[in-house]
């Protein structure tokens, strides 16, 4: 395949792999553009994102402009990159029509479903949520709809009953590498994406990770899977604030809440869910019997 000259646009590291493998296949990546550090750690410092990260490892050009939606002069910079094509995997900002257009080969999107199903920011997630059994990679061409662009390849995998969202997002990630390299050097035409079958997967906050015990053990099991790491999820035991990194359905009956036995398993609106890695405010998250040691939930009590 002949190299061409591309821009990536990505920040996470779901994104890293792809550009490892643009970078390896002897591609001229002109730039990559992430979005700006950002505080973190208990110092706060300004720290760059993975694929910042990676791409200084490999010496590669960064620009992290903080918006490029009306920005006429980041247009322009980016029209001045003479570039063959874009590709763009969880960058953060949306592209507007000039930065679309630029490219000879315009802008090619490395997204985390089987489209239709699960346009939008948490794909991952919300597939695990929704009990999906299959999730996939899909190479888009892309245009100003959320995530509209006609279809150039797809290739799915298994969502399996323990998987989280680190698992999923592992698999997908390797997957996307590499169906980016086919996209790039076999040029598949592209395909409309069905009319029917469209889901949306909404942005995540923090508030999405409390546990409703009313729900069933099946529905709150499939949360705690989607949402470690993050946005994390949560019950309230009097005034301390709980997260739980790991569970299971189990056996059990009682009143939503209730703490059924020493496990300790909680009871559900159907059947019950043994927790099995907790964490409080401050603390390291640990198994729950050594947990358990140092904060006590004792049968019949009520969790919020």
């Given at each position: 395949?002949?190299?061409?000259?591309?821009?990536?646009?990505?920040?996470?590291?779901?994104?890293?792999?792809?550009?490892?493998?643009?970078?390896?296949?002897?591609?001229?990546?002109?730039?990559?553009?992430?979005?700006?550090?950002?505080?973190?750690?208990?110092?706060?410092?300004?720290?760059?994102?993975?694929?910042?990260?990676?791409?200084?490892?490999?010496?590669?050009?960064?620009?992290?402009?903080?918006r490029v939606k009306r920005?006429?002069?980041?247009?322009a910079a980016f029209a001045?990159?003479?570039?063959?094509?874009?590709?763009?995997?969880?960058?953060?900002?949306?592209?507007?029509?000039?930065?679309?257009?630029?490219?000879?080969?315009?802008?090619?999107?490395?997204?985390?479903?089987?489209?239709?199903?699960?346009?939008?920011?948490?794909?991952?997630?919300?597939?695990?949520?929704?009990?999906?059994?299959?999730?996939?990679?899909?190479?888009?061409?892309?245009?100003?709809?959320?995530?509209?662009?006609?279809?150039?390849?797809?290739?799915?995998?298994?969502?399996?009953?323990?998987?989280?969202?680190?698992?999923?997002?592992?698999?997908?990630?390797?997957?996307?590498?590499?169906?980016?390299?086919?996209?790039?050097?076999?040029?598949?035409?592209?395909?409309?994406?069905?009319?029917?079958?469209?889901?949306?997967?909404?942005?995540?906050?923090?508030?999405?990770?409390?546990?409703?015990?009313?729900?069933?053990?099946?529905?709150?099991?499939?949360?705690?899977?989607?949402?470690?790491?993050?946005?994390?999820?949560?019950?309230?035991?009097?005034?301390?604030?709980?997260?739980?990194?790991?569970?299971?359905?189990?056996?059990?009956?009682?009143?939503?809440?209730?703490?059924?036995?020493?496990?300790?398993?909680?009871?559900?609106?159907?059947?019950?869910?043994?927790?099995?890695?907790?964490?409080?405010?401050?603390?390291?998250?640990?198994?729950?019997?050594?947990?358990?040691?140092?904060?006590?939930?004792?049968?019949?009590?009520?969790l919020g």
């Amino acid at each position: 395949m002949k190299p061409l000259r591309i821009a990536f646009l990505g920040s996470p590291a779901f994104s890293v792999p792809a550009l490892r493998a643009l970078h390896a296949a002897g591609h001229d990546i002109a730039a990559v553009y992430t979005q700006p550090p950002k505080p973190a750690g208990r110092g706060q410092r300004e720290t760059p994102c993975p694929v910042h990260r990676a791409a200084l490892d490999l010496g590669l050009m960064v620009r992290t402009p903080a918006r490029v939606k009306r920005d006429a002069e980041a247009h322009a910079a980016f029209a001045a990159l003479d570039l063959d094509v874009a590709v763009v995997a969880a960058y953060g900002l949306i592209l507007p029509k000039p930065m679309l257009d630029a490219p000879r080969r315009g802008c090619l999107n490395i997204h985390a479903s089987l489209l239709p199903r699960w346009r939008g920011a948490g794909p991952i997630q919300a597939a695990i949520l929704a009990g999906d059994t299959a999730s996939g990679i899909t190479i888009m061409q892309m245009e100003e709809g959320l995530d509209t662009g006609p279809m150039l390849l797809a290739e799915s995998t298994p969502i399996t009953p323990r998987m989280t969202t680190p698992d999923l997002h592992n698999a997908l990630s390797a997957i996307g590498a590499r169906l980016i390299l086919r996209a790039l050097d076999e040029q598949p035409a592209p395909v409309e994406q069905p009319q029917h079958g469209v889901t949306y997967a909404p942005k995540l906050n923090k508030e999405d990770g409390r546990l409703d015990w009313a729900q069933d053990a099946l529905a709150l099991d499939r949360r705690i899977r989607a949402f470690t790491p993050w946005p994390g999820c949560f019950f309230q035991a009097g005034e301390d604030v709980i997260r739980v990194h790991d569970a299971e359905p189990a056996e059990g009956v009682g009143a939503p809440g209730t703490v059924l036995d020493a496990a300790p398993t909680i009871a559900c609106g159907q059947g019950a869910l043994r927790l099995m890695r907790l964490q409080r405010a401050g603390r390291a998250a640990m198994p729950a019997n050594d947990f358990l040691r140092g904060f006590a939930l004792a049968p019949g009590t009520v969790l919020g």
